[in-house]
C-alpha cells in the first residue's frame, strides 16, 4: 500500500462544476499538507497549503483536512477551461525530513 | 517561468550510460530539490541541498548522486542508466532550509531523459 493514495482520474466535468479531489494517507507523520497543480509539460506549481484539520479557502479553490480520517480534499468552485491540469496532493512528515505526492488527478474542465 | 532553469529539455541516452542534469535555482534561493516524475512512480522526491549542503534524503538509488556548487547551482548525476530510469526530473528551488510550510518551492520546466 502507497503512503499517499490519490485517483488518477481522469475527471472530467463541464465548466461551472464544483470539483472535488481527494487524497488519504497512512502515515501519522505526515504534519503538512499541500495541493500542486501541473500543466501539461509544466513543473508543478503551489496552489494551496494547510497543516491543520478544517478548511482552508483561496477564492474559488478550498482545501480540507481531516487528520484524524487521514483524508484530505480540495475543491475547486465554478470550475474554468483553464484548471484543466492534473492535481497532486503533497505531504511533509517532519520526523524524516521527507515529501511525498499523490500520484496526481488528471482533470478536465470542458466549456 | 519559475525562474528555475534546467538543462538540458531533453536526453537521450543508452543502458549503462551516466548522464549530469543541471539546475539554476532562482536568484536568492539557497535550497535545491530534486524530484523524478515517472508514470508508473509518480513525483518522488530525491534528494535536497541547501547552500552547499545535503539537508534532506527521499527515495535517491545509491547511482545517482547530487551536489551543489558554491555558485548555488546543482547537478545531478545518474550512473549505470536502466531502462526505468526513463522519467522527467524537476529541480525546484526556495529560500527555505528544509521543507518548510508556507515556503513555496519553485519548480523548472524539468529535464526529460529517455533511456534506450
Known amino acids: 500500500q502507497k503512503e499517499v493514495e490519490q485517483d488518477p482520474g481522469p475527471l472530467s466535468v463541464p465548466e461551472g462544476a464544483i470539483v472535488s479531489l481527494n487524497c488519504t494517507y497512512s502515515n501519522s507523520a505526515f504534519q503538512y499538507f499541500m495541493w500542486y497543480r501541473q500543466y501539461s509539460r509544466k513543473g508543478p506549481e503551489l496552489l494551496m497549503y494547510t497543516y491543520s484539520s478544517g478548511n482552508k479557502e483561496d477564492g474559488r479553490f478550498t482545501a480540507q483536512v481531516d487528520k484524524s480520517s487521514k483524508y484530505i480534499s480540495l475543491f475547486i468552485r465554478d470550475s474554468q477551461p483553464s484548471d484543466s491540469a492534473t492535481y497532486l496532493c503533497a505531504m511533509i512528515s517532519y520526523n524524516n525530513n521527507d515529501m511525498r505526492f499523490g500520484a496526481g488527478t488528471r482533470l478536465t474542465v470542458k466549456p | 517561468d519559475s525562474g528555475v532553469t534546467q538543462t538540458p529539455k531533453h536526453l537521450i541516452t543508452a543502458t549503462g550510460q551516466r548522464v549530469t542534469l543541471r539546475c539554476s535555482p532562482r536568484?536568492?534561493?539557497?535550497?535545491v530539490y530534486w524530484y523524478q516524475q515517472s508514470l508508473d512512480q509518480g513525483l518522488q522526491f530525491l534528494i535536497q541541498y541547501y547552500n552547499g549542503e545535503e539537508r534532506a534524503k527521499g527515495n535517491i538509488l545509491e547511482r545517482f548522486s547530487a551536489q551543489q556548487f558554491p555558485d548555488l547551482h546543482s547537478e545531478l548525476n545518474l550512473s549505470s542508466l536502466e531502462l526505468g530510469d526513463s522519467a522527467l526530473y524537476f529541480c525546484?528551488?526556495?529560500?527555505?532550509?528544509?521543507?518548510?510550510?508556507?515556503?513555496?518551492?519553485?519548480f523548472g520546466p524539468g529535464t526529460r531523459l529517455l533511456v534506450l
Open positions: 525546484a528551488s526556495s529560500v527555505a532550509e528544509g521543507f518548510e510550510l508556507g515556503e513555496t518551492q519553485y
Open positions: 536568484s536568492g534561493d539557497l535550497s
